[in-house]
């Protein structure tokens, strides 16, 4: 069955770069998606790529997809302390939009 | 820019009780979704809505749920006789055609 999959905790440091990655099992995937969650709030939709794509880059973020791994990856240039959160990566599971999602990643940046 | 609101923030409900839960998506939005996520669990689909029908639905989704779009605004979730493992956030979605979707800040519903 569908299933994304992701590492539960990630410490960097201020200004360093941080790497989330995502493993995703259904291959019929169309777009895959990164959502950010912090402490209270709702699911803020940071970037996604379309499953034809290698790469995305949108300012400090970059998005690499492996699709013969099905390997996802969120880098964040330049963390900084308001990037504390938890990260979220979904896959549209079907034509309807369905959403399967990830565990969530617990980033902490500390000065 | 748009955003999709969930009223209430925080609603708090005696087991057994029924609770509707609300939300307002994207006013040029057509598809619409209800999530929910338990404390420390991952987020769950329940329900998928288009054109004034459900479109897909999740084994979580049972007859204890329904969902209305009742005047073309509003997409509300009902729950019936709510258990104590309803107890979770719950977030409503909306998008436009082969758009990402659109999460509000969710309802925490809490089941006494």
């Known amino acids: 069955g569908e299933d994304v999959e992701q590492s539960l905790f990630l410490s960097v440091r201020e200004g360093d770069s941080s790497v989330i990655n995502c493993t995703y099992t259904d291959s019929s995937s169309t777009y895959l998606y990164w959502y950010k969650q912090e402490p209270g709030a709702g699911l803020q939709l940071l970037t996604y790529?379309?499953?034809?794509?290698d790469m995305k880059q949108d300012q400090r973020l970059t998005v690499l997809l492996n699709k013969k791994d099905k390997h996802l990856s969120l880098r964040i240039a330049d963390t900084q302390t308001g990037d504390s959160a938890i990260y979220f990566c979904a896959e549209r599971a079907d034509s309807w939009g369905k959403f399967q999602f990830g565990a969530g990643t617990q980033v902490v940046v500390t000065p | 820019e748009p955003e999709v609101t969930q009223t209430p923030s925080h609603q708090v409900t005696q087991m057994g009780q029924e609770v509707i839960l609300r939300c307002v998506p994207i006013s040029n939005h057509l598809y619409f979704y209800w999530y929910r996520q338990i404390l420390g669990q991952k987020v769950e689909f329940l329900v998928s809505f288009y054109n004034n029908e459900i479109s897909e639905k999740s084994e979580i989704f049972d007859d204890q749920f329904s969902v209305e779009r009742p005047d073309g605004s509003n997409f509300t979730l009902k729950i019936r006789s709510t258990k104590l493992e309803d107890s979770a956030m719950y977030f409503c979605a909306s998008r436009a055609a082969d758009q990402p979707q659109h999460f509000g800040d969710g309802t925490r519903l809490s089941i006494l």
């Open positions: 790529i379309f499953s034809n794509m």
